[in-house]
């Protein structure tokens, strides 16, 4: 039995400092009874022997609980259960010896004033007795006895002419009044049980008769009105249960106590009754009480633990199952959202947190609709509008199937989705299961591979053009060329024929160069890396681009230095950033600047060698003082398929392919930008030197 879980806060302290908490309570325990005692008699002699006795019996089964909790605590461990029923054990432990204590105490105390009432019982019965006999000797006027060493004449009674008398025979006799009888009655009783009785008065006639100090406060009580005192006391080292009743003064008495008026109290007598036999019984009754109640304590503490035993043991079992079927969800890669069937979303699985980027307390509890776009079926009941309607339908038109749809990230950005909708059946409610896959890199790969299939047929057909054209044009250049050079010189319009000419074969060179330059990039080259020089690229890059810049009206600058080292890298792929990158700013120069060109629709390209993370890195800037980018629009601007462009204008694959482009070549691709501001977008790439020395 585990029974350290509930005592789970006893580890955090020292084994010495356990120790001294188990003396500690121990020590509590055993007074704990005593205690009990004095706040219910506070007169009670605490330590009693019906106190040590409980007392001792207490300390010792809370030592064996100790020793029984010292051996069961152990560290905390991380898969311990969450939820045990062991605080509830110890709690209804807790309750049940409080009951035992309590019904304990209470038979106790029953069984002492169950002594101490019979005790009382037979001291008013003996001191009903003992008032008849002083009433009978009261209306008789005393009693003559004959006068003995052990009744001798009674000196208090020698001025009453009939103190003294003689029998027939000449036997001296002397009167005893009922005080006189009654007192040597109790002088009679010297055995250790016998009852004791006292005649008091607060002004004796007789000193033997004064009150001591229990007879003293009694006498002041009656005065007060009260009618009966009574105590346990002890005399001579004995408990005996101590009596008194006031005496009042009747017409009888008057003859011996002058003074006195009828009904003053004169004094009272005390019965003093043993209760040492009373006490004896009572203490075996205590013994017996204290067996009976630490067995029945026993045995339900034993019942406690042992059910809380059976009851963790089944919550474990609960729990493990439930954790490992939460460790397969909350492992598996597509995420699972389960969903009542109004559409709340009741939970998910990790997977499905980090897949539409919320925190739990965000979305727990919201309508499935938040994070998955359903199709509209149309096919509401009854044509009716309620939205609610609406939307449990377009939910359900999901169910039983798998569909690819749009799904709604923390940030509002859409994705698609494959999702299974499936439900069943909980107690009495259903329940909709969805498993979402995020198809994103499928949906890339499916766009890469028909790009690249489009890009292909492109480059085929640039190919075949730039082939076609490539031969006309060598025959413009070599046609013109002949034709100037057989001009004649010294016809009047030759000057300008031969100007015009030269237009003409510069301008098919330049047409012969952009062919060049399209035969190059739609030309598939192997992934083998070689020595390149950054200004070639830019240029290539440029002369594809030069004609567009100049129709939209764009001022181009470059500051690319020839001294420039090697780059290690696929030029065609290092020209597709670089076009990239010129088209995206030219396009947003246009924005701003459409169809305008003044000074500050301008596009500026710098390169220059820098040192980044101690590598040597070849640094181009292109800069553009176009429309400017929103800093949430510059946070997302690499991802995949994200595009600001209208239909037909972007993919959003450009930025995209462009920084895995760089990131192969073990550079790096930003861009800073504010709106109304300059675009700066920076490509650094590491020259070949540094390259090859970790390759």
């Known amino acids: 039995m585990n029974i350290s879980q509930p005592l789970a806060f006893l580890t955090r302290f020292s084994k010495p400092v356990r120790i001294i908490f188990y003396i500690a309570i121990t020590v509590f325990m055993g007074l704990f009874n005593g205690l009990i005692g004095l706040m219910m008699h506070p007169g009670a002699d605490f330590f009693s022997r019906e106190h040590l006795m409980i007392g001792a019996v207490m300390a010792l089964v809370t030592i064996v609980l100790c020793f029984l909790t010292e051996g069961h605590i152990k560290e905390p461990q991380s898969g311990d259960s969450s939820v045990s029923a062991g605080f509830y054990a110890w709690f209804f432990a807790f309750f049940w010896t409080v009951v035992i204590i309590m019904s304990l105490t209470w038979n106790i105390s029953r069984q002492k004033n169950e002594n101490i009432q019979v005790a009382t019982s037979e001291a008013r019965t003996i001191f009903d007795k003992d008032l008849v006999y002083y009433h009978w000797a009261t209306n008789h006027k005393g009693v003559y006895v004959p006068i003995s060493e052990t009744t001798p004449p009674n000196p208090y ?10 029998t027939a025979t000449g036997v001296p006799l002397t009167l005893v009044n009922p005080e006189y009888m009654i007192r040597q009655v109790y002088e009679s009783g010297t055995g ?32 007060k009105g009260k009618t ?13 249960l101590l009596l008194m009743r006031p005496m009042v003064t009747e017409a009888g008495c008057l003859k011996c106590h002058e003074g006195y008026d009828l009904g003053d109290i004169r004094g009272g007598i005390t019965v003093s009754v043993p209760m040492g036999l009373l006490f004896s019984i009572y203490h075996k009754n205590v013994f017996l009480f204290s067996l009976a109640h630490v067995s029945l304590w026993i045995l339900g503490l034993l019942g406690i633990f042992f059910g809380s035993y059976r009851i963790s043991q089944s919550m474990q079992k609960m729990e493990e199952a439930e954790a490992r079927t939460r460790a397969i969800i909350d492992n598996m890669l597509d995420g699972l959202v389960t969903i009542s069937e109004d559409g709340t979303v009741e939970s998910m699985n990790i997977a499905a947190y980090q897949m539409f980027a919320y925190n739990p307390e965000e979305i727990i509890g919201k309508n499935i609709e938040i994070l998955i776009q359903f199709p509209d079926t149309g096919n509401s009941a009854d044509g009716a509008q309620n939205p609610d309607e609406t939307r449990y339908h377009n939910i359900r038109g999901v169910v039983g199937s798998q569909k690819e749809l749009t799904g709604l990230r923390s940030d509002g950005s859409p994705f698609p989705l494959e999702v299974s909708l499936s439900e069943m059946q909980h107690g009495q409610d259903r329940l909709l299961i969805a498993t979402i896959r995020d198809i994103t890199e499928e949906k890339i790969r499916e766009t890469e591979a028909l790009r690249a299939g489009q890009l292909a047929a492109i480059g085929e057909l640039a190919a075949g053009v730039a082939h076609e054209i490539n031969n006309p044009i060598n025959g413009i250049i070599n046609y013109t060329q002949i034709l100037l050079d057989d001009r004649d010189p010294k016809h009047p319009n030759a000057e300008m024929h031969g100007d015009i000419m030269g237009r003409i074969i510069k301008e098919a060179q330049r047409v012969a160069v952009i ?21 070639e690229v ?13 129709q939209q009206g764009i001022h181009f600058t470059m500051d690319v230095p020839k001294d420039l080292p090697f780059l290690r890298g696929n030029p065609q792929q290092m020209q597709q950033v670089i076009i990239n990158l010129l088209t995206n700013a030219a396009y947003a120069l246009d924005q701003r600047y459409p169809g305008q060109s003044p000074e500050e629709k301008k596009l500026e390209i710098k390169s220059t060698c820098v040192t980044a993370d101690g590598r040597k890195m070849l640094r181009t800037t292109i800069t553009d003082w176009g429309s400017g980018i929103e800093q949430d629009v510059i946070d997302h601007i690499f991802d995949t398929l ?3 462009k209208p239909p037909g ?18 550079g790096s691709l930003s861009l800073k930008s504010k709106v109304g501001g ?7 790439l590491p020259v070949g030197g540094a390259d090859n020395e970790e390759a």
Do not use: M
């Open 515 to 535: 062919v060049r330059n399209l035969l190059s990039f739609a030309r598939q080259q192997d992934e083998t890396l070689k020595d390149v020089r950054i200004e």
């Open 642 to 644: 994200f595009t600001t």
């Open 192 to 223: 250790k049980n016998c009852v004791l009785g006292h005649i008091t008065s607060l002004d004796p006639i007789r000193e033997e008769n004064a009150a001591n100090a229990w007879e003293t406060k009694a006498l002041h009580e009656f005065e």
């Open 678 to 684: 300059p675009t700066v977008a920076t490509l650094d």
């Open 228 to 240: 009966e005192v009574s105590s346990v006391e002890k005399i001579d080292g004995q408990p005996y």
């Open 649 to 666: 204008k972007g993919t959003g694959l450009g930025l995209s392919i462009s920084k895995g482009i760089v990131r192969d070549h073990r």
């Open 157 to 166: 009674l020698t001025h009453l002419p009939e103190s003294t008398g003689t």
């Open 538 to 550: 830019i240029e290539d890059s440029v002369a594809l681009l030069k004609h567009q810049f100049h």
